[in-house]
């Protein structure tokens, strides 16, 4: 929600999912969003497994995590599945931002 | 214990450029039906709190809950949210205020149990964390508390942000089913120290 925010003088269209399997159904309906930021902690599916299955549905998928969760075993997980990059929370203004200029170009 | 603890403040205070203090944490074996009691001991003289709950899954599992005095959730919203946050939210501030003290949750949980699992050789996921209120006082953490069974093991730690003097306490509580485990964990995490 904070993100959506940030986004929003850029310009961007957004759209928010609640959890991991709505944001599938909104790719399968037909969406395609040109970055995703996805938060690792979900109700239903989880963020990890809405990575892998986002990847399943588009390898080249611009897709920023954003996550509490310090474990090294969570980021190895990650690294398999090819986030363009990782923001640790607080995710501020200024990381989003970064992010999604990088991402855009 | 207060290996993972610090390492968490240490993470913390690198995301967060603040610096964070966590105590060592204190640990208390005890019948999970009277951990009421128990917390109502260790929490301080404020009137009421903000607490968020967060649970945690693996062969470490639990529960954690994250208190903040009423009056500091003021302090942590102005820490953790500018104003063009705030502006950006498009939230009142008494909601932007509850979103900054579930996301410090998020953090603070995400960073003491994470690391505490590292450091017990394992890994947890997290449910998201949920907001309880922000008038939670004794009686309301009695009646939220009311159902445990068993045996709890409970860590306490008390954090702040020395920039800013704010403060908040975590507990951790250990499910039933994983306090054999994590107490073997602690044992062969200890042994390996020697």
């Known amino acids: 929600m904070a993100i959506k925010g940030f986004i929003k003088e850029k310009d961007a269209e957004t759209r928010e999912a609640p959890c991991g399997e709505d944001a599938l159904a909104l790719i399968d309906g037909g969406y395609r969003p040109d970055l995703v930021f996805l938060d690792l902690t979900m109700p239903g ?4 497994e809405t990575l892998r299955e986002l990847r399943e549905r588009d390898p080249d998928l611009k897709v920023i995590v954003v996550t509490a969760d310090v ?3 969570t980021l190895s997980r990650l690294e398999g599945l090819g986030p363009f990059e990782v923001i640790r929370k607080p995710a501020t203004k200024h990381a989003v931002l970064a992010a999604y200029e990088r991402a855009e170009r | 214990m ?3 603890f610090g390492l968490a403040a240490v993470s913390l205070s690198e995301v967060i450029d603040l610096r964070v203090t ?11 039906k009277t951990i009421p009691d128990f917390l109502e001991g260790e929490i301080d003289r404020a009137p009421a709190y903000s607490m968020i709950e967060q649970f945690f899954f693996g062969r470490f599992s639990g529960t954690s809950f994250l208190l903040v005095p009423k009056e500091e959730g003021k302090k942590l919203a102005a820490l953790f949210g500018d104003e063009s946050s705030y502006r950006d939210s498009e939230l009142d501030f008494g909601s932007f205020e509850r979103e900054v003290v579930v996301e410090i949750g998020n953090i603070v949980i995400g960073a003491c149990v994470g690391k505490l699992a ?4 394992d890994r947890v996921t997290f449910q998201p964390p949920r907001y309880l209120g922000s008038d939670v006082d004794a009686v309301k953490l009695r009646q939220h508390l009311a159902e445990n069974e068993g045996v709890a093991l409970v860590f306490k ?6 920039n800013a003097d704010a403060y908040g306490l975590l507990f951790l509580i250990a499910a039933n089913d994983s306090i054999e485990w994590t107490k073997k964990a602690v044992d062969e995490y200890i042994e390996g120290l020697a």
């Open chain 1, 45 to 48: 599916i989880g963020g990890v």
């Open chain 1, 71 to 73: 474990q090294g075993a």
């Open chain 2, 2 to 4: 207060n290996v993972g």
């Open chain 2, 22 to 32: 966590l105590t060592v944490p204190k640990i208390s074996v005890l019948e999970a």
């Open chain 2, 118 to 121: 590292e450091m017990l050789k």
């Open chain 2, 157 to 162: 730690t008390k954090f702040s942000f020395s």
